[in-house]
C-alpha cells in the first residue's frame, strides 16, 4: 500500500511562508489526483488543494492567491507553497492521494502553527 509522508511544517509568524512536502513510497504517475486537506481543532478536514495527473489545479477560496499546489512525478513527491500565512491557517496538514477508482491514501498529517 502506497505510505505518504508529509514534511515542512512548524511554527511561523503571520505573513510568513513555509513549504509542505508529500513524499510517497511509490510512483505517483498514475495516480489521478494528489491533494493537501487541513483540520483545525474543532472543525472538519477540509480540502486546500488538489492538483491532478494532467496538472490541473484547484483550491479553497481561502488560499487562493496565497498557497500553491505542485507535484513532482519523478521524485514521487507533491509541495505545497504556503505564503502570507494567517493564523486562521493553523492546523494539521494531510497529503491524500486518490485513485481513478476512487481509492484513497492518507498521510499521517503534518502540524503547521501561524502564531506571533
Known amino acids: 500500500q502506497l505510505q505518504l509522508v508529509e514534511s515542512g511544517g512548524g511554527l511561523v509568524q503571520p505573513g510568513g511562508s513555509l513549504r509542505l512536502s508529500c513524499a510517497a513510497s511509490?510512483?505517483?504517475?498514475?495516480?489521478?489526483?494528489m491533494g493537501w486537506y487541513r483540520q483545525a481543532p474543532g472543525r472538519q478536514r477540509e480540502s486546500v488543494a488538489t492538483?491532478?495527473?494532467?496538472?490541473?489545479?484547484f483550491y479553497a477560496d481561502s488560499v487562493k492567491g496565497r498557497f500553491a499546489i505542485s507535484r513532482d512525478n519523478a521524485k514521487n513527491t507533491v509541495f505545497l507553497q504556503m505564503n502570507s500565512l494567517k493564523p486562521e491557517d493553523t492546523a494539521v496538514y494531510y497529503c491524500?492521494?486518490?485513485?481513478?477508482?476512487?481509492?484513497?491514501?492518507w498521510g499521517q498529517g503534518t502540524q503547521v502553527t501561524v502564531s506571533q
Open positions: 492538483i491532478t495527473n494532467g496538472g490541473s489545479t
Open positions: 511509490a510512483s505517483i504517475f498514475n495516480i489521478n489526483t
Open positions: 491524500r492521494a486518490e485513485y481513478q477508482s476512487g481509492r484513497t491514501n
